[in-house]
């Protein structure tokens, strides 16, 4: 019997307050819908999903960054082994030539 009372008088309460907030009623019964434990549980697994999906992103993201720095920083480091690769297979057809013109001076004489 006291709680029936007691929750009469806090009915009564929350539809004062109601009356008094400059916020629109609708609104705010709307607002509450959404605190309900099923639609609670649907709104945390969205939050958890998205929350997964664009850390997914970023560190798909940072991947491709750090893919690229890395690609970047091997060009620098291998251009003087590549400048040295040149010379050498330079140096390589010349001793190639200079060895043929030999064999036909020694197929002359």
């Known amino acids: 019997m006291f709680t029936k009372k007691r929750e009469a008088l806090v009915a009564q309460a929350g539809q004062t307050l ?3 907030l400059p916020v629109d009623v609708t609104k705010l019964q709307r607002a509450a819908r959404y605190l309900e434990p099923k639609r609670l549980k649907r709104i945390a697994i969205v939050a958890v999903g998205g929350s997964a999906v664009l850390s997914l992103i970023g560190s798909i993201g ?3 960054i750090y893919r690229a ?3 970047r920083e ?3 480091q291998l251009e003087p082994i590549r400048k ?3 010379e050498l297979t330079a140096q390589n057809e010349n001793l190639i030539r200079q ?3 030999l064999r ?3 197929a002359k004489s």
């Open 18 to 20: 109601l009356q008094q």
């Open 62 to 64: 940072h991947d491709r």
């Open 69 to 71: 720095a890395v690609a």
């Open 74 to 76: 091997m060009k620098k």
């Open 84 to 86: 040295q690769l040149d």
């Open 99 to 101: 060895n043929e013109m």
């Open 104 to 106: 036909e001076e020694l």
